[in-house]
């Protein structure tokens, strides 16, 4: 086995490890399911309940896709904008910062009153948690364009609309898709928590109503899935940089 299939099998070892160790001390301390199930326990619920489970998963997956893409739309303009006017980005950036410093649970009860209980809260709230992410880091691969580049390139004949398409966009995709893997996380965060105090479906109200009723196994069922989705998300987004974006990583292939 080389060195590359060992790293590519490093994280499931370790994940059956803590599977493993979780088990052993649920069953050596005979730890009550209903204070911390095991994960033998988890495995059952999820087998049980899969029907209903898979329905809310369905619905959180499908409002936190549409959140994310209303984030990365907003964002990537905002980056745009932010990274590509020095001006802009001496206006807006400590404006940003402290929205982002603002806790996005506070959010919900105001969009409820706003929109009502359901779909709107929850795709509001995954694009309000996932789009900061995004407009950082375009606007830092924007702002961080090297000014012998666009020195070069300016005595070549190019305008300033010139280095900023054909040079700085793709300069950014690195930190776009870093940006992604981070946001998608926050976005599936996002939705689970408007759903957990404003929506009748989903997996955040499948997490209130185990946990109201004492089925902690379901609760932690729920919660494996949401982190399945967001890992899912995560890998597809790091094969799409990997294949757009190979050069930025050329050194690190052939080390």
């Given at each position: 086995?080389n060195?590359?299939?060992?790293?590519?099998l490093?994280?499931?070892?370790?994940l059956?490890?803590?599977l493993?160790?979780?088990?052993?001390?649920?069953?050596?301390?005979?730890v009550?399911e209903?204070?911390?199930?095991s994960?033998s326990?988890?495995?059952t619920?999820?087998?049980?309940?899969?029907g209903?489970?898979?329905?809310?998963?369905w619905?959180?997956?499908?409002?936190?896709?549409?959140?994310?893409?209303l984030?990365?739309?907003?964002?990537?303009?905002?980056g745009?904008l932010?990274g590509s006017?020095?001006m802009?980005?001496?206006?807006?950036y400590p404006?940003?910062?402290?929205?982002?410093?603002?806790?996005?649970?506070?959010f919900?009860?105001?969009?409820?009153?706003?929109f009502?209980?359901?779909?709107?809260?929850?795709v509001?709230?995954?694009?309000?948690?996932?789009f900061?992410?995004?407009t950082v880091?375009?606007?830092?691969?924007?702002a961080?364009l090297e000014?012998?580049?666009?020195?070069?390139l300016?005595?070549?004949?190019?305008?300033?609309?010139?280095?900023?398409?054909?040079?700085?966009l793709?300069?950014?995709?690195?930190y776009?898709?870093?940006s992604?893997?981070?946001?998608i996380?926050?976005?599936f965060v996002?939705t689970?928590?408007?759903?957990?105090?404003?929506?009748?479906?989903?997996?955040?109200?499948l997490?209130i109503s185990?946990?109201?009723?004492?089925?902690?196994?379901?609760?932690?069922?729920?919660l494996?899935?949401i982190g399945?989705m967001?890992?899912?998300?995560y890998?597809?987004f790091?094969?799409v940089?990997?294949?757009t974006?190979?050069?930025?990583?050329?050194s690190a292939?052939n080390?």
């Open positions: 086995m060195k590359k299939q060992k790293e590519a490093a994280p499931w070892a370790l059956v490890g803590v493993v160790l979780w088990e052993l001390l649920c069953r050596g301390f005979n009550s209903f204070i911390f199930p994960p326990r988890i495995a619920q999820l087998v049980e309940f899969r209903v489970i898979a329905g809310h998963a619905r959180t997956f499908w409002v936190t896709m549409a959140g994310f893409g984030s990365i739309v907003v964002g990537t303009l905002l745009f932010i006017s020095r802009a980005y001496a206006a807006m404006l940003m910062t402290a929205f982002n410093a603002l806790p996005k649970a506070a919900v009860p105001i969009l409820v009153v706003w009502g209980i359901g779909v709107g809260p929850a509001l709230t995954a694009f309000l948690i996932s900061f992410p995004i880091n375009i606007a830092t691969g924007l961080t000014p012998e580049a666009e020195d070069v300016r005595v070549l004949g190019a305008k300033r609309w010139d280095v900023l398409i054909k040079v700085g793709p300069r950014s995709l690195p776009f898709y870093g992604l893997k981070v946001a996380t926050l976005a996002g689970t928590v408007s759903e957990m105090t404003a929506a009748n479906e989903g997996i955040g109200y997490l185990a946990g109201s009723s004492m089925q902690m196994g379901l609760a932690f069922a729920g494996v899935v399945v967001a890992m899912a998300m890998e597809l790091a094969v940089e990997k294949r974006t190979a050069w930025a990583h050329r292939g080390s």
